[in-house]
Nanobody
Framework: QVQLEESGGGLVQAGGSLRLSCAAS????????MGWFRQAPGKEREFVAV????????SYADSVKGRFTISRDNAKNTVYLQMNSLKPEDTAVYYCAAKDDNIRLRVEYDYWGQGTQVTVSS
């Protein structure tokens, strides 16, 4: 059983930055990967970024490459998403997620946070 608790969402102007945080609690002894997904109004949830347990591998959706950075602090069981150069099209509910393995990093996540709203104004 793993619980994910998010923070850091909010309203920001285009070109601005936000940093999302997600802390994992519960049974965190597994070496799981953690990722971020987002769901914009009227659209399906999409993959944003993922990081393996060691942090040695990261992967990003093409739409956020060069602007977003995922990182993690295993001592705090926390994953971060630094979002720079935000665009209105980044507006979405952002979800953190975790999985019990480090393969197929864009699918089949086992645990999900509650979601946090990110709104980017023009």
């Amino acid at each position: 059983q793993v619980q994910l608790e998010e923070s850091g969402g909010g309203l920001v102007q285009a070109g601005g930055s936000l940093r999302l945080s997600c802390a994992a609690s519960g049974r965190t002894f597994r070496s799981y990967a953690m990722g971020w997904f987002r769901q914009a109004p009227g659209k399906e949830r999409e993959f944003v970024a993922v990081i393996t347990w060691s942090g040695s591998i990261t992967s990003y959706a093409d739409s956020v490459k060069g602007r977003f950075t995922i990182s993690r602090d295993n001592a705090k069981n926390t994953v971060y998403l630094q979002m720079n150069s935000l665009k209105p099209e980044d507006t979405a509910v952002y979800y953190c997620a975790a999985k019990d393995d480090n393969i197929r990093l864009r699918v089949e996540y086992d645990y999900w946070g509650q979601g946090t709203q990110v709104t980017v104004s023009s």
